[in-house]
């Protein structure tokens, strides 16, 4: 009985390995605090630029879309953070010569890196929602948040989007530099999030498009999520969890693939 209560207690824990993980992310962040300050700056400069130079060149024409601006914005930088975290994040571990020690933790490589997505989906969250009141304090337009219905829709946005992240961390496992190809990513990311899907129903199978409308709505109009049509919410989680389960699955053949040809130690 004793040797199975000792057996029991060595399993390895996943919120042990969560922990270590928010850790890690913590300790980066505040190692390098000049670089992790500029890129909050870069992302509210980036947004003022848009908000004062939009104003000044279209007036009107800004205010009245102002709401969507936030929106859009919010969605992106939530995205962007979101997808890189993940995607960027076996780039890195390769770099430091770390990838190879992933594949040894108890837990295997794969549930590593769904705990890691999830710290970073929960970082992202923090970093957006921060940006969000400076963008409504800075324009002076307060949206509608109501916890409820925002944050079913952002987490079901989001799975569309670390299904993306999933497929080019995998293809990062492969074929190692493809940096450029994260980069134009996250500009896709922007037609995605304006794509007028209130005009051109076959855009709501693109992924995040469908929740960034509905988000829109919410926010702006004060939509509620059992207010919203059943068939647009089912449009919705169809798409995430179709793009989630399509990008894992590339991650996890690429892992395989760049275990079987030993590519995972060379960079």
């Known amino acids: 009985m004793a040797t199975a209560d000792a057996d029991t207690s060595d399993d390895p824990s996943l919120a042990a390995l969560a922990k270590v993980v ?22 509210i400069i980036f947004f003022a630029l848009i908000f004062f130079g939009g104003r000044a060149v279209a007036g009107a024409a800004l205010t009245r879309s102002l709401e969507g601006i936030i929106v859009g914005f919010f969605l992106f930088t939530l995205s962007t ?24 933790s108890p837990h295997g490589f794969g549930t590593v890196m769904v705990v890691k997505t999830v710290v970073n989906v929960f970082m992202s969250l923090l970093w957006s929602g921060t940006l969000l009141v400076i963008m ?17 829709l952002v987490g079901l946005t989001l799975l569309a989007v670390l299904g993306i992240g999933f497929l ?22 922007i037609a995605l999030i304006a794509a007028p899907v209130d005009r051109l129903a076959y855009l709501k199978l693109l992924p995040i498009s469908q929740g960034s409308y509905l988000l829109r709505t919410a926010m702006r109009d004060g939509t509620r999520l059992w207010e919203f049509p059943a068939g647009e919410l089912a449009i919705l989680v169809a798409t995430s969890v179709v793009y989630l389960s399509a990008g894992y699955y590339c991650f996890y053949r690429a892992s395989v693939r760049a275990r079987s040809e030993g590519l995972l130690g060379h960079y």
């Not at 928010?22 to 909050?40: D, M, S």
């Not at 409504?136 to 079913?152: E, F, N, Q, S």
């Not at 080019?168 to 500009?187: C, D, H, N, P, T």
């Open 22 to 43: 928010l850790y890690k992310k913590f300790i980066l962040l505040v190692r390098y605090p000049v670089n992790t300050g500029a890129q909050f700056l870069t992302m």
């Open 81 to 104: 953070i979101a997808y890189s975290g993940l995607a960027w994040s076996v780039t890195r571990e390769a770099q430091w010569g770390t990838l190879e020690r992933l594949y040894m």
């Open 136 to 152: 409504m304090a800075m324009t002076g337009r307060w949206l509608i948040i109501d916890p409820l219905t925002v944050l079913p």
């Open 168 to 189: 080019f961390g995998g293809l990062a496992l492969v074929y190692k530099r493809i940096e450029s190809i994260f980069q134009l990513v996250q500009f896709g990311f």
